[in-house]
């Protein structure tokens, strides 16, 4: 059973400084997605991570894969208040079923 | 612009009515998927499917049935509604995984039973 594991759940932080957001998978998988939510929001689609290596970057947000540490990163630079949000991995299964598996999610609080 | 939407963003209802919880996909996708999410509790599934009248049970089932008549259409049906179903659901779709899409959420709906 493939499981997912971020950390760290609860984040909080000052505006400005840079952090980094992890997501641990248990099985082999080359696809990995990050997503966005803000409070009382439903989920919005922020990377799509597709083989080894890939890195992503949007603004102050970079995502990266590492298909053989199973593992991906989602790195804060300099951050600011409008990143404040939960932010959720899911991985997909290399085979079988047609579910991704998400995350339990980390809460991101930036403070002024 | 691509979208799931969710038939309402707010709802309340009373304890023991039956409840249609309405997802429409206007992306052609196959999947499609029910969730609900409540605080520390993360994501969890209800139920999915794969193509039309196609459903399986997700993780927490009990409580929930769904209906697929129509590819683009999933809905969710609480049986009896009971407080304890109080919740956000979340309506996905997405193509069949392999092609890198991912899934599209809808806007969720938050459920009050009381």
């Known amino acids: 059973e493939l499981k997912v594991e971020q950390n760290p759940l609860f984040l909080s932080m000052q505006e400005g400084k840079n952090y980094t957001i992890y997501c641990n998978y248990s099985t082999t998988s080359d696809r990995l997605y990050w997503y966005r939510q803000d409070p009382g929001k439903s989920l919005e689609s922020l990377f799509v991570?597709?083989?080894?290596?890939a890195v992503k970057q949007e603004g102050r947000l970079m995502a990266s894969l590492d298909t053989k540490a199973r593992l991906s990163t989602l790195h804060i630079t300099a951050a600011v208040h409008d990143l404040s949000a939960t932010y959720f991995c899911?991985?997909?299964?290399?085979?079988?079923?047609?579910?991704?598996?998400f995350g339990t999610g980390t809460r991101l609080t930036i403070i002024p | 612009d691509v979208k799931v939407t969710q038939s309402s963003r707010y709802l309340v209802k009373r304890t023991g009515e039956k409840v249609f919880l309405e997802c429409v996909q206007d992306m052609d996708h196959e999947n499609m998927f029910w969730y609900r999410q409540d605080p520390g509790l993360g994501l969890r599934l209800i139920y999915f499917s794969y193509d039309v009248k196609m459903k399986e049970k997700g993780d927490i089932p009990e409580g929930y049935s769904v209906s697929r008549e129509k590819k683009e259409r999933f809905s969710l049906i609480l049986e009896s509604a009971s407080t304890n179903q109080t919740s956000m659901y979340l309506c996905?779709?997405?193509?069949?995984?392999?092609?890198?899409?991912?899934?599209?959420f809808g806007s969720g709906t938050r459920l009050t039973v009381v």
């Open positions: 996905a779709s997405s193509l069949p995984l392999g092609q890198g899409n991912g899934y599209t």
């Open positions: 991570l597709l083989s080894n290596g």
């Open positions: 899911a991985v997909e299964p290399s085979k079988g079923n047609e579910k991704l598996t």
